[in-house]
């Protein structure tokens, strides 16, 4: 079981950077985009092993299908013929970029190892425990809808319910601004 | 849960704006678009409520709501009066200035509206998701807001900047937030609070805390997460880049606040790095500030570098600090507001940004540049304004804490000097004459825009005198903090 | 004879009220008459000169008068500086010397200045200086004298700048009065320093703060106190005032460029009276001065060198007025060289009779460059005795007088010879005999180029007015009697010698029977009088024959020097223009463009700085967001680095 | 007594100033200029009546007031800061020769204020709030409030009235003040810290930091404050290295800013330092004596000498008011009853000369246009009043016995040469005032040369015309001239008022 | 070898790095956008992964990453209008030319 976990996981977490990589690499947009929705699901499958299969069914549709949905429609809204030429930015912030995202990287290993001290398969820096006998039963049976069913509606049900305003706003605020205007007066 | 009692107790303003973010959400579509003003009546109308609902609020003790992911202190209380101010004078700002959005007048009102609901739940937010969900809200609509001239290439570039910024840096936050989740395992912050008490979070909780922190350091425009604020300034709309500057500012701050009880275990390095931060930022601020032309470009650095002294009151990590830099929000947020009062008078009747389109202003319109120079005086700290005081006090908090923080101090006012350089190169082009190149010229009606812009520059010669109240406040609101401080000190 | 010496303060406070009132009678335009000023003037230095006579012959007849009476000026617990009056013979010998002289002369001006616009401001400026001077003579203490001493001093630079549209006199008001100034300086800093190191004695008498009655024996605890070294320069720093108000080496150049002033004052201030305030101060600090006998040394040099000097100067000048206050030089040489060698009495005595004769020689001078429509070249002038005599034979008279062939020059100068003689400075005698030899010539030669031969000038003549010439005449009296009547060769009928009148410690009457010296400073001075005359007396002129040419030719170099005043101005002029100034505006320089341009280059680098920090906001929001994040990720390794690690 | 009240002496100028400003106020200038001169001639009546009922023996303070809010007992309970003002031995001079020089300031104002004189004359009372608020303060905050609060009344009045780089030359000015009082604002926040962290009370005020110090600070951290002070201090006086935005301001100030500015602002300087530097501290001035000493001389000489180099007459006076401000450092450096009494007439005395000679290069330049001196030359000519005005006042600077400027001069002298606060350092108080006394040669060569290129010599064809002063102008130069010449025959009628203060000082540092 | 938290941790941590590689290095706007939402999906791993090892009884880390992503998607669907309207201005997607904004 243990051995086939960390099968699917090199796996998944290997389509996960090469295809996360593609899609930042990749010259032509729509194929970047076809490089994100392998990463999104590879993510999904890896939900899939962290006992996220609520999260996983989620990931796919909003990742997998919605924002890949929305991302063509803008690259057809958008894209004309000379954008294959935007590749990637050649200046002095390029080479900045692998430097910062090369001292992250480094950062956040030598902390969450501990000072490169803890290369343990759970840190010490992190909270450990292993989940109630019944909740694993409960896993078992429902997958963790049922919880976090329970939580949005208890704990978080103010941001639940903020959450929808907040839409509310983006709905409002994206519908203005990408509504075409019929006049053509200038602003200011 | 009587959710209801909750509402009564804690949350009776974010109650009452929700209320009317409905009301305005049917009017909006209901209504015909030559009679969208209604709808900046009724927000008014609704912020006016709100605001006065707030001295409703029990607030001599802490008030939790919904399972404890929002809470009511007095701290958040004051925030909140005062985003709930600053967003009804960002309201009234738009009065002339509305015409430029068409049809979409409604629109426009919500999204402020929703904005500032977002900016009230920040500051009463007492769950991590909480604030993300709050902050998110407050961002997002900012991002449009910003970008409503859709017609304007300034205006879309500044949403654009923002946007990638902000999703970069709340990405960062988030990053941090789940660092803080896996250490803790919890997601309220009371708890957090008591555990971290209790264990210490090795490393990782260092770099945690600074990345949560980088979060809010976007939101108020603070060094390093500086750079989005001047453009954004300069293309949004100016009422949006008013509320940017203030409401948004203080939920930011009000936010920050909750986070600080976190620093158990490394008061001193959160500390340290804070005022490091705080001192970056006023100096970045004010150096960039040195050469600008635009006023609009000018009051955003000029807001960078006040951030940073009210990020130094955070720094000490004190009562005393935090009290300074609740002081020094309100005199900012007064002379701030005032400040853009002027821009968008200015703007409204001339359509120019530059310092020198002000030049000889004084000569034809001297009430505006006696309350612009009040209110810019106030900003660099001259006295008798509330800023004066305001910089006095923070000072005072600082060296309180002894010879240790000296290095805050002295650097701290070594800036007040370039930030007076170009505060009165704005007085300068003002009141210069001589050349008779008066560029532009300034109606004064005594129109809601004007009163209130007198108003305001009144308030920061009166309020620079009877200080002690204001003082008190700031007292009583920071004594509701939770702070990392073991033993509790006593204002003498 | 009491009510006079207790009213003694009238004789100053009489001037200061004229000045006063000309200076708000004419600010409110109250009057215009030209008498009024006079009357004024001359009325309240008349009544002055009346006070003064009766106060002389009240010390005269009271041996030992030392009236005293101070007012407290300046009270500040620690220092109590008093303002006050002290009649001793000193004073009352000055006093009628000041009053006496400046009375005639404010005659003359009335002649000499009538036709000038500034008449009113004229007189007010000359009682101004009345003022000053007659308080300066009456101090109780050195501080007192300190403060007239400059008011003097400013009352001369007003008349020197009298006609200030004039670019040379204007030069030469600033260059006495600064030239003045570093005396004071001197003086100032010796004043301090006496008063330093004498504090404890001060503190524990009762007298007056610095007064002249007491000052030897604060004096003599200063020395123990300051040690030898100190309080020799203390002393020097003292000398140092009487050195440019007297006009010594090398403090002297101003004095003949004073000579742009009007005349009458060249007559009163820079000769007969504040010129000679400087002796006059180094016999009040004779209880100091006698303490340091390198300083006493140092004076002795000072003085003779002064005489020499000045002496050869003015054989060449052709201003008459210059020649003059060479002359004038010379003889305050003589007289600082009498009080460096102790004869005390003589140096006063000369100070006297020189009055007298310098200022009766001056207006001579005044009378003949008035009648010449301002032509002051001698060269320009000559047979002049025919036209106005009674000028040409004062002029004679003071001239035998300066040159001690007669008259009261030749008994005050012949007493600070014989005080040299009996003192053994040898060399300083030689020296006052070259220069008395010198004296004889250039007077001589100056009343022969004037006065003698034939008229070669071209101005026309007028007649100088009564008003001009009465003065010169009852000046003539005192100039050709007073040494002999002070000289102690009239005691039989009871005029006692000037020097058991002006002595210093105790009268030391020494009747010198040798005859040699008086007779040897005859020859000398016959031997100048003979020597200008065979240059410049046509009537002489057939019997020298060519060879003086020939000896002119080999002195040139000297004459060059001596034309050329020693070169002193020019040195002054190099040292101002190549090493004050240079240093002045190498400072200016300096706090303009480093001092002040670190504080400018301070702002626009901020400025510059500004700019610089602005170019990372190039308007890529990728940009900033690289720089944000690198500046985040720089923050963290540095606090980590300082706690962690 | 009851009729005299600090609060109306500070505030009334300040209410009128609102009231000049009103609209409702005519804006007829005749009327406005006639408004302000009347007020501040009453002004300056009201101040002298202080000086009348000013009880010299009472060291401590009088006429003490305390304005409330909200039945607090301090203005600023929290902090314990009060509104208090008082007078004592050194501020009622102050107080006099302010609103003196204000009158005299506003009475010259005709010929050089030509526009906007509504703003300029509430500036002028303003600013004239802000220096009796200044003097009087009996609060460290309140000090420090008007002392920043002075700066923007003056920025404008040079801003807008100056010539020249007048926008360079305000805000040079103002930073630089800034900067000193940011120094000045450390300190008193640390040395309220210490009040706190040794009795548990927070408080500014004056006295209590004075007299009831019995806490020791840390040496470092008391030097610390004692050089915060200075700095501001010597920015203000100004002290040579600080000194640079003196000729700046005044050269584009207006004359009768610069009579102000000369008059009364450098004289904040000195105050302070005697005030807080000395009274505060007397152990540390004790160590900081040589300081003030060693600065005191180069600001006498190396001022003078750059004096001495000068083309414009204005710069030159400038210059001058730098070397005398540093016979007050020598004097308080003395630390001796008389050379801090000296140090005080000093300020007096050159408060009225300074104003006066600023006077008169303002009348020439106005007259003329230019200020540079190979342009001018024989104005005594065509204007002998002024002439005459400037001897007097030429000579009074140069310390001249028996006008204003000699006593002072005497006084700091004798106390710098007497006093041992240099003992135990490598130079003498006697070497130093000694070199200091040669700065009597420069200042008169300068001040003469400056006589001898204006007023003396020949004159240029162009000046002919020249008219002489008004009666204005020789009103206000009359009025200087009666207290130089007055208290220059009479010190004791100054030295008198705070000699008793001057004592109580100086028996806290030779105990 | 097993498979433990520090590997999600490390996967999420190289994701995220990439993230901020492709929002800083890019520049079509669609991609920079695309980086944004792979720094999301980093974090939601990150979250997937606590809530996984530390608290599956609450799961609120799992909460908290549905949460991000509706807000993830409401800002790229927000980032996307403003592009829109971005476009409409200008005609380009190249983050280069909007750069009208600075000093």
Known sequence: ?188 | MDFLLDIKTAMLPEAILSLTILMCTVLCFMLKQQIQKVIYIISLLGLVISLFSISLLAANKVFTAFYNSFSSDFFSVLMRFLILAGTLLVIVMTKDYSFTFKNRQGEFYLLILIAALGALLLAGSNDLIMIFIALETLSLCSYALSGFLKKDKSSNEAALKYLIFGGAASALMLYGFSFLYGITGLTNLTEIFSYLANNSGGTMLNLTLFTVISGFLFKVAAFPFHSWAPDVYEGAPVPVAAFLSTVSKIAGFAALVKLMGLAFNNIEIISITLGLIALLSITAGNFMALNQMNIKRLMAYSSISQTGFVLIGFALLSYMGISGAVFYLISYLIANLGAWLAIIIFNDQTSKNLISDLNGIAYNNPYFATCFGLCLLSLAGIPVTIGFMAKFYLFHAIVQMGPAYLWLLIFALLNTILSLFYYLKVIKAMFVCGQESINSKLVFNGGVLNTSFIALAVLVVILGILVTPFINIARYSALSVKLPIKQIEIFK | MEFFINNVWIIPALPLWSFLSILFGRALNVYENKYISLALTAGSTFIGFIFSIFILFYCINNAGTNHQYDILWLDTRDLKFSIGWLVDNLAAMMLVVVTSISLLIQVYSHGYMEQDKGYHRFFAYLVLFNFSMLALVLSTNLFQAYIFWELVGVSSYLLIGFWFNRPSAAQAAKKAFIINRIGDFGLLVGILALLFYSLNWWANSQNTLLEFATLGQAGSLALVNAGPVLFGFLTLGLLLGPIAKSAQIPLHTWLADAMEGPTPISALIHAATMVAAGVYLIARLYPVFELSPQTMTIMAWVGGATAFVAATIAITQTDIKKCLAYSTCSQLGYMILAMGIGAYSAGLFHLMTHAYFKAMLFLCSGAVIHSLADQQNMKYMGGLRKKMPIVAYTYLIGTLAISGLLFSGFWSKEAILSSLYTQGENLLLVIALITAFMTAYYMFRSYFMTFEGEYRGHARFHKPSKVMTMPLIILAVPSAITGFIFSGNLNLIGIKSFDSFVFYGHALHEAHTDLFLPICSLIIALLGFLLAGIIYWDKLKSLYCNCFDAIQRYTIPLYRLSVNKWYFDDFYNLLIKYLILPISEFISIFDKYIIDGFVNLCGISTLYKGKAISLLQNGNVQTYLVTALLSFIAVIILIFLIFII | MEFLSLNILIFAPLIVAGIILSPLFPNDKIIVRRFAKGFSGILFIYSILFLLFFDPYNTDYQFKENIKFFSDTNWIEPLGISLGFGLDGISIMLVVLATFLVMLALIVSKKSITTKHKLYYSLILALTTAILGMVTARDLFLFFLFWELELIPMYFLILIWGTGKKEYSAMKFVLYTFFGSLFMLGSILLLNYFHVLNTGISTFSIEALTYSRHYEIPFLFESLIFLGFFIAFAVKLPIVPLHTWLPNAHVDAPTPVSMLLAGILLKMGGYGLIRFNIQMFPEMIKVFAPMLIISGVINIIYAALVALAQKDLKLLIAYSSVSHMGFVLLGLGALNSIGITGAMFQMIAHGLISAGLFLIVGVIYFRTKTRVFSHLGGLGQVMPKAFYFTILLAFASLGLPLLIGFAAEVMIFYGAFTSNSLDGFVLSNQLMTALAAISIVITAAYLLWVLQKVFMGNMFEKWQKVQDITPHETIALTFLSIPIVLFGLYPEGVTSLFLPFVDSLVSYFTL | MELGLVHYLILAAILFCIGILGVIISRNIIKILISIEIMLNAVNINFAAFANFGDLDEAKGQVFAIFIMAVAAAEIALGLAILIACYNNRHSVDIEDYTSLKG
């Open chain 1, 1 to 188: 079981m243990e051995v086939l976990q960390l099968l699917f996981f090199g796996m998944f977490a290997l389509v996960i950077v090469i295809s996360a990589l593609g899609a930042i690499f990749c010259r032509n947009i729509v194929h970047s985009i076809v490089s994100l929705v392998i990463t999104f699901l590879s993510i999904s499958g890896i939900f899939i092993l962290l006992n996220a299969d609520f999260l996983a069914i989620t990931q796919i549709i909003i990742y997998a299908v919605g924002i890949t949905i929305l991302l063509i429609f803008s690259v057809m809204f958008t894209t004309t013929k000379d954008d294959n030429k935007l590749w990637l930015a050649f200046a002095p912030r390029t080479l900045l970029a692998f430097v910062v995202a090369g001292s992250l990287f480094i950062l956040l290993i030598f902390n969450i190892t501990n000072k490169f001290t803890d290369f343990n398969k759970n840190p010490e820096s992190f909270i450990i425990k292993a989940p109630k006998e019944s909740t694993i039963e409960l896993l078992k049976e429902q997958g963790t809808t049922p919880i976090i069913g329970k939580q949005l509606l208890t704990k978080y049900v103010l941001p639940f319910e903020v959450l929808s305003i907040l839409l509310l706003g983006v709905i409002i605020g994206a519908a203005v601004i990408a509504k075409k205007e019929n006049n053509n007066s200038q602003e200011r």
